[in-house]
């Protein structure tokens, strides 16, 4: 299959070209037909498998082909014939054809980026991220381009359309990214809110790792007749990533551990996710004084910061990015070789995000988590979600103290980092007779008919990814 047999134009095809890129992924063989037909889509599949393009190349052949805006001003010309006949400036509503909502600013930057590449070769294609920790008056100039297509996170959207910035009466596609993330992170109101201010007549096309639940009826509700393509379940396996664990006895432990693992030769460039955004600022200032070249990203940081430091990353000045969750998602660098769960994360969701970080475009990685004896069932949960056991690790000269009740040893590790140690590995305790219950990650209820229990971490969650 060619990118010319799903029926895109020269322009875009050069564009991919251009990009690398020389067949279409399945995402893409699947949706690009369906969506360039003008069909409503909900679409289940793992990050990083080219759902971007499935999404942005049929809206860029639309809107190359489409007919030149009839003639009359645009906003800025509007405004300079306003400055002219020396009346108050007014600003004119940007009336975008496509939108495109993203749980994260790196997400919707990322987005916008993708679509400047896939656009390329098309002409007087516009682009805009509207997204939370920008400055206003940056934004509203933006605006004033009357771009065709808007990438937003919610929260910052929604206050633009409150103040009239935004008109979506000529909105002709809506596409929301990674729904089931907006929704864990407590966007579905101001879901709802974007949604009822689009037009009906609108093209609807819904990406999410997963269709079950809520999220799946929510996209029945929003979208009409749509083509379900399902490609892979919340589970998705990661299968160019290898997973390993280490038992970890206390915080010094699993500091000597780390310093030891991310000095493997092998490693191009990696994540190391943690808990907090404290943690990540300490451990980034440590690993720095070790002698990494490492730099924390997280949700307190100004939005000029974050870009600063992932611009960095992609241009391999920083070799150990530390990070919160705010990267779990849309942080898409093809040298991120490793990743590393210094603390386990909150769900087994955002464990096959992390993942997923590195693994990008075909290649290969790595994801090691450190792991105290204690949040044995977490991984038991993360084990049953991605239904993939996490073989355990260890070191020579790094053993913990302490052994896994459940676990026993089983084959030998074909993995060796560095080549320094001889590794032992002991079977996950996976489904051993008489363990414990799993438990489901808790999550705070609420009282919504839909089924809707609330945010995962709710104000926190906003607060992290700093979407206002
Ligand atoms: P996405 O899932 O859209 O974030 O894309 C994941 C990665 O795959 C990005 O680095 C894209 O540039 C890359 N990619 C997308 N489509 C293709 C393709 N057809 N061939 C090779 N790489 C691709």
Known sequence: MTFAELGLNQAIQKALADSGYTEPTPVQAQAIPAALEGRDLMVSSQTGSGKTAAFMLPAIQKFSSAEPAKSGPTPNQ?????????????????????????????????????????????????????????????????????????????????????????DFSQLQILVLDEADRMLDMGFIEDIEKIVAATPQTRQTLLFSATLDGLVGRMAQKITQNALVIKLSGPSAKHQNIEQRMHFVDDLSHKNRLLDYLLRDVSIDQAVVFTATKRDADTIADRLNIAGFSAAA???????????????????????????TDVAARGIDVPTISHVFNYDLPKSPEDYVHRIGRTGRAGRNGLAISLVNHAENMNVRNIERFTKQQIPVDIIAGYEPKKTAATSKPISKSGWKPGGARAPARTESRFGKPGAPKREGFSRPDAPRKDGYKGARTGTSARREYGDR
Do not use: C, W
């Not at 990203?297 to 990070?323: F, I, K």
């Open 78 to 166: 509007e405004r300079q014939s306003a400055r002219a006949r020396g009346d108050r400036p007014r600003f004119q509503a940007a009336q975008p054809k496509m939108l495109v909502l993203t749980p994260t600013r790196e997400l919707a930057l990322q987005v916008t980026s993708a679509t400047e590449k896939y656009g390329a070769q098309t002409k007087g294609l516009k682009v805009v991220a509207i997204l939370g920790g920008m400055p206003y008056p940056k934004q509203m100039q933006l605006l004033s381009r009357n771009p065709e297509i808007l990438v937003a996170t919610p929260g910052r959207l929604i206050d633009h359309m409150e103040s009239g910035k935004i």
């Open 297 to 323: 990203l997280h949700g307190d940081m100004h939005q000029v910061a974050r870009n600063r430091t992932l611009s960095a990353m992609r241009a391999g000045q920083v070799r150990v990015l530390v990070a």
